[in-house]
C-alpha cells in the first residue's frame, strides 16, 4: 500500500545537524512532489520546504531558509531534510507528505508519513 | 507571506450538530485553500482541497466553500469520528501557509 516512513528524528543538541529520512513505498515516487511539514508539541501545524518530483524546484519557509536543505533520490525512492544551526524552535514532530498533485502543490498533501520527533535541547 | 486565520480556535458540539468553521486569507488565495483534520498523536489527513473538492473516501457530510479571502468547513451532522483538529492551509503561493486549527470537542 501507499506508504511514507519518516526516521532519523531524536534529541541533538542546539547548534547541531540532523539529517530525516523518508522512505516512499506503493507508488511511483518520481512522479510526485514531496513536502516536509512540522508540529511543534502543542502547537500547529508549520509548512518546512517543498520539493518537485524531479528535485528540479525546491521551496523553504523563511524560519528555516539557509539552515535547511530538502533533497530526494529517486533511485531509492526516498525524501531527505538536512537540517544544520538547530535551535530550540526546531523541536517538533516532523512529517513527510506527498502532493495530491503530481507535480506542484496546490492541492495539498494526501499522503502522510506518520512523523519523527526531533527534539533540539 | 500568506496569513491564514480561522476561527474559532476550538468549539463544542454534540453529535448530530452542524458545525461551521472559518478560515480568512490575509489577502487573495483564489480557491487554493485546503483542509486538514488532525486526531491527537496521528498524521493530519487531507478532506478537501480546492476550497471545496472532497478528497476520495472523506464522508459527504464535510463540504467546503469559499473563495478569495473568506473560507469555510461545514460539518452537516456531526459523528463521534469527527471530535478531532481542523487546519486550513493556503496552497497559493510559498510559503505555504497554514491557519492556527480549530479543536472540536464533545459537549
Known amino acids: 500500500q501507499v506508504q511514507l516512513v519518516e526516521s532519523g528524528g531524536g534529541v541533538v543538541q542546539p547548534g547541531r545537524s540532523l539529517r530525516l529520512s523518508c522512505a516512499a513505498s506503493?507508488?511511483?515516487?518520481?512522479?510526485?512532489?514531496m513536502q516536509w511539514v512540522r508540529q511543534a508539541p502543542g502547537k500547529g501545524l508549520e509548512w518546512v520546504a517543498a520539493i518537485w518530483y524531479d528535485g528540479s524546484n525546491k521551496y523553504y519557509a523563511d524560519s528555516v531558509k539557509g539552515r535547511f536543505t530538502i533533497s530526494r533520490d529517486n533511485s531509492k525512492n526516498t525524501l531527505e531534510l538536512q537540517m544544520n544551526s538547530l535551535t530550540g524552535e526546531d523541536t517538533a514532530v516532523y512529517y513527510c507528505?506527498?502532493?495530491?498533485?503530481?507535480?506542484?502543490?496546490?492541492?495539498?498533501?494526501?499522503?502522510w508519513g506518520q512523523g519523527t520527533l526531533v527534539t533540539v535541547s | 507571506d500568506i496569513q491564514m486565520t480561522q476561527s474559532p480556535s476550538s468549539l463544542s458540539a454534540s453529535v448530530g450538530d452542524r458545525v461551521t468553521i472559518t478560515c480568512r486569507a490575509s489577502?487573495?488565495?483564489?480557491?487554493?485553500l485546503n483542509w486538514y483534520q488532525q486526531k491527537p498523536g496521528r498524521a493530519p489527513k487531507l478532506l478537501i482541497y480546492?476550497?471545496?473538492t472532497l478528497q476520495s473516501g472523506v464522508p459527504p457530510r464535510f463540504s467546503g466553500s469559499g473563495s478569495g479571502t473568506d473560507f469555510t468547513l461545514t460539518i452537516s451532522s456531526l459523528q463521534p469520528e469527527d471530535f478531532a483538529t481542523y487546519s486550513c492551509q493556503q496552497s497559493y503561493r510559498t510559503p505555504l501557509t497554514f491557519g492556527g486549527g480549530t479543536k472540536v470537542e464533545i459537549k
Open positions: 480546492g476550497t471545496s
Open positions: 489577502q487573495s488565495i483564489s480557491s487554493y
Open positions: 507528505g506527498r502532493h495530491r498533485n503530481y507535480i506542484d502543490y496546490d492541492e495539498g498533501l494526501d499522503v
Open positions: 506503493g507508488f511511483i515516487f518520481s512522479s510526485y512532489g
